[in-house]
Nanobody, 116 residues
Framework: VQLVESGGGLVQPGGSLTLSCASS????????MGWYRQAPRKQRELVAR???????SYLDDVKDRFTISRDNAKTTVYLQMDSLQPEDTAVYYC???????????WGQGTQVTVSS
């Protein structure tokens, strides 16, 4: 299983970024996909999840600003992040959970820094 994130970077407050997570080695359509983040000296937290059936859920702090989506044909999950704030600064990780047996995998992470 391989999950490769991309799209992180430095952005000013109020700006936008789109993260991508390309997967290989899994039957993508059977997996719940999620984005987590971990800021310095904080625990990793679930930001958004999209289940194999397409339903989504979000951390309250990002609910009106972030959108998770998936393209099963491209075996890729996305996180569109708008109205970014300094508190969104973190390493963002892609996660895949097999909805049949619970096996999960992680990407290596991509840094998102929101600063003026």
């Amino acid at each position: 299983v391989q999950l490769v994130e991309s799209g992180g970077g430095l952005v000013q407050p109020g700006g936008s970024l789109t993260l991508s997570c390309a997967s290989s080695g899994i039957l993508f359509s059977r997996y719940h996909m999620g984005w987590y983040r971990q800021a310095p000296r904080k625990q990793r937290e679930l930001v958004a999840r999209i289940r194999s059936g397409g339903s989504t859920s979000y951390l309250d702090d990002v609910k009106d600003r972030f959108t998770i989506s998936r393209d099963n044909a491209k075996t890729t999950v996305y996180l569109q992040m708008d109205s970014l704030q300094p508190e969104d600064t973190a390493v963002y990780y892609c996660n895949a959970v097999n909805h049949l047996n619970g096996d999960d995998s992680w990407g290596q992470g991509t840094q998102v820094t929101v600063s003026s």
